[in-house]
């Protein structure tokens, strides 16, 4: 009955070992099957090699992998390392809603949540009602950050780190529809280059303390990374990160585009596509992460601060690298209640946030902050080809097993 896939339990001794690369080993003295394992149908055998895709289509049974079980406990490590980075700067560690009325990200990608049985949330009169339980549209969230500003009125530095939903149809190897995210906000931060060494800095120290405390899981999950990408990513994290504003990336794509590379043309005022983002990373970043800086307003959310310095641009970035694309976005939030108000009632929005335009109107302070793309940012640090081979469980389009 002793079969690969089966629950065993090994009574012996723990002894030291003769052999290379193992401290210890076990001299057993009995061993017994707890669970047996049917090899007719289980669907991986031992001293086999599997796709990813292959390996994806059973996920019940993907912890057991070799590589699944070390990217799980890289994730454990990498958590307790954002815990650690955030906590030794006078951070606090809170929780948000999942459940939300907000669309802080105004793009619409939002899945609504009701009830199953309607008519067990309300009267029979409110059966019209867009959502009975909650007498109001209700989402998953799509991002902690403006409970994260009410609260950073409060204890000044806070971050949360948890689940994240878009209704994205996009079928690619960076994007899932449930995801983590790390997210933070700093109450009396008046430069954005203050948010920027604060991602960069908890991106190196991520990295440094997976390598330094994890390096066996870490040849696991490497194993089939291009030659050298470790050493590529921790000479690039050795490094201040490279940073330059949209302006200039505009003309450096549009140099690119001259010389007839295979780039999509484009414009200011347009947003970089990922085969921009891409080419930014690979000839502007020297292969590492590259903060991009000042976006036209017109291409980011309302609550973004806009430049005195540079016309028609945000205070705000995004944080590109290879492999994840977009690993993080961030900006100095809009302080002032009245530019505020005049955006937001432009927008035909103002009554849906009349308490995020209090917080400006009763005690507010200059602040800012970043979410971070936590599987992003593993699939960076590993060259993980597919997101959906960092996240355990993920959901995509047409796609929510378990």
């Known amino acids: 009955d002793l079969s690969y896939g089966a629950a065993i339990q090994v009574l012996g001794k723990l002894v030291a070992s003769s052999h290379k690369g193992q401290q210890f080993e076990v001299h057993a003295e009995d061993i017994a099957v707890l669970g047996p394992c049917d090899v007719e149908g289980y669907p991986f055998h031992a001293r086999k090699t599997y796709l990813p895709e292959y390996v994806r289509s059973f996920l019940h049974f993907r912890p057991r992998q070799a590589k699944e079980a070390a990217m799980l406990r890289l994730r454990s490590a990498a958590l307790m390392a954002v815990h650690t ?8 560690h809170v929780h948000t809603p999942i459940l939300t009325s907000n669309d ?25 009602s867009e959502d009975l339980f909650f007498g109001r549209p209700v ?16 204890l000044s530095r806070v971050y949360t780190v948890g689940p994240t939903f878009r209704a994205e149809n996009c079928n690619t190897r960076r994007h899932v529809c449930e995801f983590c995210m790390v997210e933070a906000e700093e109450a009396f931060v008046t430069s954005l280059d203050t948010l920027l060494q604060r ?21 696991v999950i490497t194993r089939d990374a291009p030659s050298g990408h470790l050493e590529t990513v921790q000479a690039a994290l050795e490094k201040p990160f490279i940073r330059m504003t949209y302006s200039e990336c505009i003309s450096v794509l549009q140099s690119a585009r001259n010389q007839k590379t295979s780039l999509q043309n484009i414009q200011w005022g347009q947003d970089l596509g990922a ?93 800012g902050g970043f979410g971070l793309g936590f599987d992003r940012m593993l699939q960076y640090f590993f060259a993980i080809k597919n997101i959906r081979d960092v996240v355990t469980f993920p959901r995509w389009s047409n796609h929510c097993s378990m």
């Open 275 to 367: 085969d921009h983002e891409e080419y930014l990373v690979k000839h502007c970043g020297n292969g590492g992460p590259l903060f991009v800086t000042h976006f036209p307003s017109a291409l980011k959310p309302f609550y973004m601060k806009h430049s005195t310095h540079q016309p028609n641009t945000v205070e705000g970035f995004d944080l590109l690298a290879p492999f994840g694309g977009e690993l993080c976005g961030g900006s100095l939030r809009e302080d002032d209640h009245a530019v505020l108000e005049e955006r937001l009632q432009n927008l035909g929005i103002a009554n849906a946030f009349p308490w995020y335009l209090d917080l400006r109107k009763y005690g507010s302070a200059p602040h």
């Open 199 to 219: 991602t960069e800095d908890v991106v190196k120290n991520v990295f440094t303390s997976l390598v330094n405390s994890s390096n066996q899981d870490v040849a």
């Open 104 to 128: 802080c990200e105004g793009g619409g990608d939002v899945f609504t949540v009701k009830p199953m049985k309607p008519q067990a949330a309300g009267k029979e009169s409110d059966k019209n």
């Open 85 to 92: 980075a955030f906590q030794s700067q006078g951070f606090f």
């Open 139 to 154: 989402y998953l969230t799509v991002s902690a950050q403006l409970h994260l500003e009410a609260i950073a009125m409060s």
